[in-house]
Structure formats: C-alpha cells, structure tokens
C-alpha cells in the first residue's frame, strides 16, 4: 500500500471517527432536550439545558460524563420537578447513575428504562409516580440499589426481580402494592436491605430470604402478611420488623404467637412464586408465567372444583376480608400523614439558614454529579469493616457512633440543595432531620481530604467521639461512604447560629447581644477551650488550631458552643494549611505560627483573645484603636455603642485586659485558659484586674 493510501485511508478513519463521535453527542444531546421536556415542562428548573450545548462540559446541571464522553450520571434530586419520567432516558446507554428523588413527578415508570443495562442505580422514590413496577426492569442486570418508594404504585411486586442478583437494596415502602411477596426475591444474593412496608402484600413471608447471608434489614410493617415466620429470620435482630401484621405468627419473636395448624392450615403448603409449587411444575408453568396478581387458585378440573358459596369457611373469609379493609384503611391514613409531613419538612428548610454552618453561604452551592460507582449501604468506604479498629481504638465506642448511608441521604433529603447551610472549600453541611425527629446538622467531607492512612483516620474518629463538654459541639455519629467517596459527621443543630452573625448588627436588629450575654458567652467559650487542653476524662490533650467567631456557635438559651472541635485529626495536612487562609485573614493566627508552623494552646488563647475583642466592640475587625481603648479603659472607643452604655464598666475592664494579655505577640506573655476563666470569675464580684495579677508562663 502506498503512502497515499495510507493517508486516504488515516483520512476516512479519523473522519469517521470523528463523525461517529459527532452523531452520538447530538444524539445524547437530543435524548437529554427530550428528558428536559418532560421533567421540567415549564423550564423552571433546568434552563441550563440548551440544545447546543455540551453535557460533558459541565453545563448541564446534574449530569455527568465517563472517561469517554458519554452521559454516566444524571443528579436531578431534590430539584422541584413536576413533570414525567421520560422514555428517552433509555437512550442514555452508558448511563449508571439516575436521581430522580425528592421531586414531584407523576404518571408511569416506562418501562423501556429496562434498556439501560449499565444502570447500577435507580432513584426514582418520593414523588406521585402510579401505575405498576414494569416488570421489564428483571432485566437490568447491572442494578444495584432500587428506590421507588414513597410513590402511588400499584400491582404486585414483579417476580423478574429476582434476576437481579447484584441488587442491594430494594425499598419499594409506601405504595399501594398488592400480592404476594415473591419467593423469588431469595434469589437475591447480594440483597443487604429489603423494605416491603406500608403496602397491601398479603401471603407469608418468604423462608428463603432467611437464606440470604448478608441481609440486614427487612421490614414489612404495615401490611396484611399472614403465616409462620421463619426461625431463621431471627438473627436479623432489629433489622427485620414486622409489625401490623395481625396473622403473621412464630416462636420466638417476642410480639407474635406460636402458630398452631388449627389456626393456619396451609403452613405446610408452598410459597407463591417458589420454583417447586404445586401446580406450577405439574402444569409446566414457571414464575414468570404467572399473572402478577398474585391470585393463584388451586389445581382442579371443572366437575370437582368445591362450590365456594357452601363451604363452610365463609365466615372466616368475610373476617378476612373486614379485617384487611380496615387496616388498609389505617394504612392509606397513616401513609397520608407522612406524605404531608414530608412536604412540610421541605418547605421549612431554608437555603439561606446557616444556623450550624461555620461556612457563611457566599452563594447558592450547586453539587456537582459525579458519576458514582454504587452507593453502598453497609461497609462501603469503612475503616471499621472485618474489625478494624486498630491498636488503641474502641471498636465498641466507635460502632455506636455508626450511622448508615440511607440514615444520611433520607435526614437531608438526599443532600436537597434546599437544606445547605453552608460550603468550603472541603466540606458542605446540610441541615436534616433524623428518625427519631431530631435535627442535625451534616457535615460532609471528601474522602480525598481526609487523612490517607487508615490508622491516622482511625485516631481521628476516636478523638472526636471522645469529646463530651457542654461548650462543644458534640459529635452524634458518622458515615464513609467508599460510593460516594464521602465522610459524614452528624452533629447537633444549633438554632440561633455563629457568633459572626452577631456581629456589625446595627442597633435596631434583635441580634445585638446584652452585655450579661456576651459576658457568659466569653466564660462559655473559655470553658470550651480548657476542656479540650485538659487530658482528663480519658481524652487527650488537643488543641482547636482554628478558633473564630464562626466556629462558636449558640444555642436557644444563647450558650456557646465551639465547633470543629479535633476536626484536623481527620483531615489531610494541606486541607488544614488551607482553612488557615480565613484565619489568618480576620487576625486570629497567631504571629508565631509563621515563625513555626506550629499550633500550641497559646495559639489558640491568641484566637481567643480575638474573639473578646470583637464581642466587647460588635465589629468583625479589630482596629488599633480599639486596643488603645482596652489600654486606656477608654471604654467608648471599645465597647459596642449598640449597648447605649448599658454594661458594666468594672466587667469590661476586667475582660479588656484579658484580651489584651492574651492577644500579647510573644505566647510567653499569655496567660495560660486556666488563668483567664479564675480573672473571668472576678466579673461576678466586680474586682479589678491588674496585668500584675498575671503569672507570666514560658
């Protein structure tokens, strides 16, 4: 072949390649136009979406592309959309991502979603989705996570579910589904969390998915399930729930009878859909050619079926059939009241509430997608998974801490844009609610700015679960997800935001501070900072390393509470060289630190220091005036003039001086926290403070 036709031929393949590349970006491009049309009808939400633009460019808001181009996640959760699940999904072919939850979208499931066989995960639960499970989705071979719950679906629950042996998790809760639960769900596997509940399945639950070792969870409250309950099921503890099923019967847990075959006579008989049922093999029937109805009747030919207007079951019958109406009737009200509970709890969340966040919101955050892996349940990304908890560490402690992924996604409504208090440049932390109704504040970190060594991690999470003080914010649980590629830290929320928010008010905002006030949020700080120096009550020595007015945070009764508390013990060492930038802007690093790179507890009473200055005064920056007012007890170039001289003149020279000593450039001429809180103790009595008074500390 000759140097021309090689070239020629080069020529055509690259053409061809490039016109290949071409054809399929306008045809995700075209699929995507589609998809806008019909989540978004009114284009409210996804004006980002234009017809010339690129979806990998990162211009489409909520989509994401692989390594080659193509469409692999779509992120639309929690966005308000109101219109329909479109078929022209299905031409997203390298799709493995799709969050369609916390929306308000209606009518079917299509079922030619069915053709994204790369699809790993599917989020289509909290909406007005109706009509039934297409049964087409057994076919998705590569699903690993199934949440359609909370929707108005009807119909039974497909057999051809049970093809899907990579799934997870299968949460169908809160529909209207009627039938049997299939047998063929206990071919499941890789099945860890199952959640039938708050539907109308009738029939026994499932022997089989006894079987299935690594399951945790099963739940099927709040439904009409009848029979024997398998022994093994047992050793699910607390994962399996079952109640408001009055027929459902067992040895062994603790709320149900032992069952007796006067009471049931069918134990013995086979579970629906189970591959050897009678009158399934005999008459050469398989699952799959089963009405989904789940209505199976007895094997019989016409001149020997009983007549059932003479049996003499018909009173038992009718009780049934009573008793089912009136617990779906308990079920559809119950199952009303979530739905508008779950309403309220969006509509109440503010995106401009930062009232944990230590991170001011300068604009509204967007999370970009990414194209997850699978969002994993259980170890995921667990540095406690086998047992490992490392030399020194309590597995027991750090297990009680443990929240799960779901836990996390459902309190933030899936990380809602709607509940973001606030973002930097590792973190971002939502606002949720958790089960049990309280309200938290989650921080999420990721994982690349957290600490690489497992062991160093490890120490981290210990330290942080150790600290219990009445001035900090304690540390509720935590979760890693290997996923998401995230770590989450649930804390308590506090109510009445950062002190930042407190400062440069003007004087007729109901956020100036009475002077009694600031008085005891200073004490309450300074108790805060010598717990976490003390080495008492098994926990070391630590010292804050980033103390600001946005990391003191107040509760309802207007205590101080110091956040991010040993957080560097999590954190990579560049991402804390990184959060000093802020600090070091507003005055809070102490000069040493340049000299040394090094964080001491006279570090942390400089950044201490700071923050009595800017309390007394109500200004975010401290000026030199105001240290020559502190110096001279020149009280009206110091003291906020919002409090209209309402304060206490002995206090504030006793609390000037405090300031002044401990915001000294050498660490040698501080006081050490303990000395502060017995000067802060003289407020009380109204004693003069005296820098002499102060014992000079090397």
């Not at 234009?50 to 390594?67: K, L, R, T, Y």
């Not at 169908?172 to 199952?194: D, F, K």
């Not at 992924?405 to 509940?419: D, P, W």
């Not at 923050?611 to 005036?625: D, E, H, M, P």
Request: glycine share 8%.
């Amino acid at each position: 072949m000759g140097f021309s036709q090689i070239s020629i031929s080069l020529f055509v393949v690259f053409a061809f390649g490039g016109f290949y590349q071409g054809v399929c970006g306008n045809a995700e491009v075209k699929a995507l136009m589609e998809m806008k049309s019909s989540l978004d009808p009114e284009n409210r939400f996804l004006s980002s979406w234009v017809s010339g633009g690129d979806p990998c460019s990162g211009s489409f808001e909520g989509v994401a592309c692989n390594e080659h181009g193509k469409v692999a996640n779509v992120s639309l959760q929690g966005k308000g959309l109101s219109g329909r699940v479109p078929s022209a999904v299905s031409q997203l072919k390298c799709l493995s991502g799709l969050y369609l939850h916390y929306n308000s979208l209606f009518g079917e499931i299509p079922k030619e979603i069915s053709n994204l066989t790369e699809l790993s995960d599917l989020y289509l639960n909290v909406n007005n989705l109706s009509g039934i499970i297409p049964h087409e989705i057994g076919n998705m071979v590569g699903l690993q996570v199934l949440q359609i719950g909370y929707n108005w679906l009807t119909g039974s629950i497909p057999t051809q579910l049970g093809s899907l042996k990579k799934l997870s998790v299968l949460a169908l809760q809160c529909n209207q589904l009627t039938g049997a639960v299939p047998a063929s769900l206990g071919e499941l596997g890789s099945l860890m969390r199952l959640d039938l509940s708050f539907n109308r399945l009738f029939g026994s639950v499932p022997a089989k998915l006894a079987d299935i070792s690594i399951l945790e969870i099963l739940d099927v409250r709040n439904n009409t399930l009848s029979g024997n309950l398998s022994p093994a099921l047992k050793r699910l503890n607390d994962g399996f729930q079952y109640g408001n099923n009055t027929n459902l019967c067992g040895v062994g847990f603790s709320s149900l009878q032992a069952c007796t075959a006067l009471d049931h006579p069918n134990l013995n008989m086979p579970e629906p859909f189970a591959p050897g049922a009678n009158g399934l093999k005999s008459n050469g029937l398989s699952p799959k050619d089963i009405p989904e109805s789940a209505n199976i009747k007895p094997h019989c030919n016409q001149t020997h079926c009983p007549n059932p207007f003479k049996t003499p079951q018909i009173a038992i019958i009718v009780g049934v059939i009573a008793v089912t109406v009136a617990l779906t009737v308990m079920g559809l009200l119950t199952f009303s009241l979530y739905r508008r509970r779950k309403q309220k709890i969006g509509s109440t969340f503010d995106t401009s509430d930062s009232r944990f966040s230590t991170d001011q919101v300068k604009e509204v955050y967007r999370r970009s997608a990414s194209p997850l892996v699978s969002l994993e349940y259980s170890n995921g990304w667990d540095p406690l998974a086998d047992g490992r908890s490392g030399v020194g560490f309590s597995q027991e402690v750090l297990q009680s801490f443990r929240f799960n992924l779901e836990e996390v996604e459902s309190a933030t409504q899936y990380f809602s844009e709607v509940n973001l208090l606030g973002k930097s440049n590792f973190s971002a932390t939502y606002k949720g609610i958790l089960r049990d109704g309280s309200v938290v504040a989650i921080k999420s970190i990721n994982k690349t700015s957290c600490k690489s060594e497992e062991s160093e991690f490890l120490k981290g999470l210990t330290v942080l679960t150790s600290l219990k003080h009445e001035n900090l914010v304690g540390l509720r649980g935590f979760c890693c997800s290997r996923g998401r590629g995230e770590c989450f830290l649930v804390y308590s929320f506090l109510p009445k935001g950062n002190l930042s928010e407190y400062l440069d008010v003007k004087d007729n905002n109901d956020r100036v501070l009475e002077w009694p006030t600031r008085v005891s949020i200073i004490k309450g700080i300074a108790k805060g900072i010598e717990y976490l120096h003390s080495s008492k009550a098994n926990k070391p020595s630590l010292v804050h390393q980033n103390i600001s007015a946005e990391k003191v945070l107040i509760d309802h009764r207007f205590n101080p509470l110091l956040s991010d508390s040993g957080l560097h013990k999590l954190l990579a060492d560049d991402i804390v060289f990184s959060t000093l930038k802020a600090s070091a802007a507003m005055g809070y690093l102490a000069p040493e630190y340049t000299n040394t790179g090094k964080f001491t507890e006279k570090s942390d009473v400089y950044a201490f220091g700071m923050i009595i200055f800017q309390i007394l005064s109500g200004k975010r920056r401290i000026s030199s005036s105001m240290r020559v007012g502190a110096e001279t007890c020149r009280f009206e170039d110091l003291i906020d003039p919002n409090l209209k001289g309402k304060f206490s003149e002995s206090e504030a020279s006793i609390i000037a001086q405090i300031a002044l000593t401990s915001t000294h450039e050498s660490p040698t001429q501080r006081p050490t926290i303990e000395m502060m809180i017995e000067e802060l103790r003289k407020c009380s009595s109204n004693s003069r403070f005296s820098l002499d008074a102060v014992v000079v500390v090397t």
